[in-house]
C-alpha cells in the first residue's frame, strides 16, 4: 500500500501540470496512467496555446523550450468568400497565442517529473477508485498482475472523456449536456512549410477547413469531412485537392504538398458534465467536458481546470481552508460554459452544416460579413480566442 496526498489519474498534459505545480508547492501526488508512457507521447492533439497557459506553463518550470521553439502569432485570418479577413489579435486585445505542439508540452511535463523523482505507474490496469465520499479515499490498480492500492486525501480525475473518473460518479449525481454535431474533421500531419505565417480559418460551400502548423517546416491541416468518411477514402491526393479548392487563389497557390506522417478523423462535441466535483474526487479537463476544436480551447481549458484545482489544494494544505476545494465546480464551471459558447459559436460560424436552411445559411453569411467590417466584432472574437481570464 501507497500512501500520498493527492493521486492523479491520467499522465495527460493536464494531469502531469497539475503533478508538477503540486510537486513544486511540496504537495506529495502519484500519477496512474493505464497506458505506456510512448502512448501518450505518440498522441496527435492541438498545438495552440493561450497566454494564460503559457503562464502556467511557466510557473510549473516547464516553459522554456516552449518560449524558444514556439510560434508566436499576433493575429489569424478568416476566409469567405474567397477573401481573408485578419484578426489582430494583438492589436485588440494586448495579447497573443503561441504554436506549441500538446506532444510538446507533454514531453516537457514529462521530462520534469522525472528529474524532480515524482512517482508515475504508467501500464497501471483495472483502476478503481475506492471509498471517495469518505476522507480516506484510495485507487486500486493492477501492473504486471500485482495489486497495488494508494490512500490518498483527494484524487484528481484527468484522465479524459472516457476514463474511470467520471464513470466513477452516479448518474443520480451528474447532469450532461451534449451537442454532437453532424460532420467530422480529417486532420493531417505533413513534413511541408505552413500555407501562411497565421492561421487560416476557411468558410465555404464545399465545407470548413483550417490551414495551421506545427513549427516553420511541419504542417497540421484539417478539412471538414462527412461522419461516416473513413481514413482510406482519402488518400493524400484527394485531400490536397480538397483543400485547395477550398482555399483563396493566393492560398492555394502557396500550399506545398508531401506526403501525410499521420492521417485521423475526429468527430465533433461539445459536453459538459456538471457538478465537476463529486466528494473527494475532482474532475478536471476532458473527464469534465468535451468543445469542439474550432476555438482552440480543449486543452487550454484543461489547464484552467488545473489552475484552479491546484490553487484549492495549496490553499489546503497551506491554511486547512476548504473554501476553494468547495468552490472549484463553480469556479471551474463559469470558465467552462464561456469557452463551450464561444466554440460553439466558432463552429456555427464557419461550418457547412448540411441541414441548414436557406435563412439559415443568409444569417452565417451575414455574420461573416459584420465581422469582416465591424471592429467590436472583431474584438469579441479576439477576446475569446487568446483566453479569458481565469
Same mark, same amino acid.
Given at each position: 500500500?501507497?500512501?500520498?496526498?493527492v493521486a492523479?489519474?491520467?499522465?495527460?498534459?493536464s494531469?502531469?501540470?497539475?503533478?508538477q505545480?503540486l510537486h513544486?508547492?511540496g504537495?506529495?501526488n502519484?500519477?496512474?496512467?493505464?497506458r505506456?508512457g510512448?502512448?501518450v507521447l505518440s498522441r496527435?492533439?492541438?498545438?495552440?496555446?493561450?497566454?494564460?497557459?503559457v503562464?502556467l506553463?511557466?510557473?510549473?518550470g516547464?516553459?522554456?523550450?516552449?518560449?524558444?521553439?514556439g !510560434?508566436v502569432?499576433?493575429? !489569424?485570418?478568416?476566409q469567405f *468568400?474567397g477573401?481573408?479577413?485578419?484578426?489582430?489579435?494583438?492589436?485588440l486585445?494586448?495579447?497573443?497565442?503561441?504554436? $506549441?505542439g500538446q506532444?510538446?508540452?507533454?514531453?516537457?511535463?514529462m521530462?520534469a517529473?522525472?528529474?524532480?523523482?515524482?512517482?508515475t505507474? #504508467?501500464?497501471?490496469?483495472?483502476?478503481?477508485?475506492?471509498?471517495i465520499?469518505?476522507?480516506?479515499?484510495?485507487?486500486?490498480?493492477?501492473?504486471?498482475d500485482?495489486e497495488?492500492?494508494?490512500?490518498c486525501?483527494?484524487i484528481?480525475?484527468?484522465?479524459?472523456f472516457?476514463?474511470?473518473?467520471?464513470?466513477t460518479?452516479p448518474?443520480?449525481?451528474l447532469q450532461? #449536456?451534449?451537442?454532437? &454535431?453532424?460532420?467530422?474533421?480529417?486532420?493531417v500531419l505533413?513534413?511541408?512549410?505552413p500555407v501562411?505565417p497565421?492561421l487560416? #480559418?476557411?468558410?465555404?460551400?464545399?465545407?470548413?477547413?483550417l490551414?495551421s502548423?506545427r513549427?516553420?517546416t511541419?504542417?497540421r491541416? &484539417?478539412?471538414q469531412?462527412?461522419? *461516416?468518411?473513413?481514413i482510406?477514402?482519402?488518400?493524400?491526393?484527394? +485531400?490536397?485537392?480538397?483543400?485547395?479548392?477550398?482555399?483563396?487563389?493566393?492560398?492555394?497557390?502557396a500550399?506545398?504538398?508531401g506526403?501525410?506522417?499521420?492521417?485521423s478523423i475526429?468527430?465533433?462535441?461539445?459536453?459538459?458534465?456538471?457538478p465537476?466535483? +463529486?466528494?473527494q474526487?475532482f474532475?478536471?479537463g476532458d473527464?469534465?467536458?468535451i468543445?469542439p476544436?474550432?476555438?482552440?480551447?480543449?486543452?487550454?481549458?484543461a489547464?484552467? *481546470?488545473? &489552475? #484552479?484545482?491546484?490553487?484549492?489544494?495549496?490553499?489546503?494544505?497551506?491554511?486547512?481552508s476548504?473554501?476553494?476545494?468547495?468552490?472549484y465546480?463553480e469556479?471551474?464551471?463559469a470558465?467552462?460554459?464561456?469557452?463551450?459558447?464561444?466554440?460553439?459559436?466558432?463552429?456555427r460560424l464557419?461550418h457547412?452544416?448540411p441541414e441548414?436552411?436557406?435563412?439559415?445559411?443568409?444569417i452565417q453569411r451575414a455574420? !461573416?460579413?459584420?465581422?469582416?467590417r465591424?471592429?467590436?466584432?472583431?474584438?469579441?472574437?479576439?477576446e475569446? $480566442?487568446?483566453?479569458?481570464? &481565469?
Open positions: 500500500m501507497m500512501r500520498t496526498q492523479i489519474i491520467g499522465a495527460g498534459p494531469g502531469l501540470l497539475l503533478g505545480l513544486n508547492h504537495i506529495d502519484v500519477i496512474l496512467e493505464r505506456t510512448e502512448h496527435i492533439r492541438a498545438g495552440l496555446i493561450e497566454a494564460g497557459t503562464d506553463l511557466d510557473r510549473a516547464v516553459g522554456a523550450r516552449l518560449h524558444r521553439e !510560434l502569432h499576433e493575429g !489569424l485570418e478568416i *468568400d477573401k481573408r479577413q485578419r484578426i489582430d489579435l494583438h492589436k486585445t494586448g495579447k497573443v497565442i503561441t504554436v $506549441y506532444t510538446e508540452i507533454t514531453h516537457d511535463l521530462e517529473r522525472n528529474a524532480a523523482g515524482a512517482p505507474i #504508467y501500464e497501471a490496469e483495472d483502476v478503481s477508485l475506492q471509498d465520499t469518505t476522507d480516506q479515499p484510495h485507487v486500486r490498480y493492477r501492473k504486471d500485482v497495488g492500492e494508494i490512500v486525501d483527494f484528481a480525475g484527468c484522465d479524459g472516457h476514463g474511470v473518473s467520471r464513470q460518479i448518474e443520480t449525481a450532461h #449536456y451534449e451537442r454532437v &454535431y453532424p460532420f467530422g474533421w480529417l486532420g505533413s513534413e511541408t512549410p501562411s497565421e487560416i #480559418y476557411v468558410s465555404h460551400q464545399r465545407g470548413f477547413a490551414c502548423m513549427s516553420h511541419r504542417s491541416l &484539417y478539412i469531412c462527412r461522419l *461516416d468518411d473513413h482510406e477514402d482519402w488518400p493524400d491526393e484527394r +485531400f490536397w485537392g480538397e483543400l485547395k479548392s477550398r482555399l483563396d487563389p493566393d492560398s492555394a497557390a500550399i506545398v504538398t506526403p501525410s506522417i499521420e492521417k475526429a468527430p465533433l462535441r461539445s459536453f459538459v458534465a456538471e465537476m466535483r +463529486f466528494g474526487l474532475l478536471a473527464a469534465a467536458h468543445v476544436p474550432t476555438g482552440a480551447k480543449g486543452l487550454n481549458l489547464a484552467s *481546470d488545473v &489552475y #484552479y484545482l491546484w490553487q484549492a489544494f495549496v490553499e489546503f494544505y497551506d491554511t486547512r476548504i473554501a476553494g476545494l468547495d468552490g465546480s469556479r471551474a464551471l470558465r467552462v460554459w464561456q469557452a463551450e459558447r464561444f466554440s460553439w459559436w466558432m463552429t464557419l457547412h452544416f441548414d436552411s436557406g435563412f439559415d445559411r443568409h455574420e !461573416l460579413e459584420f465581422l469582416a465591424s471592429q467590436s466584432a472583431q474584438a469579441a472574437l479576439a475569446n $480566442y487568446v483566453g479569458l481570464p &481565469y
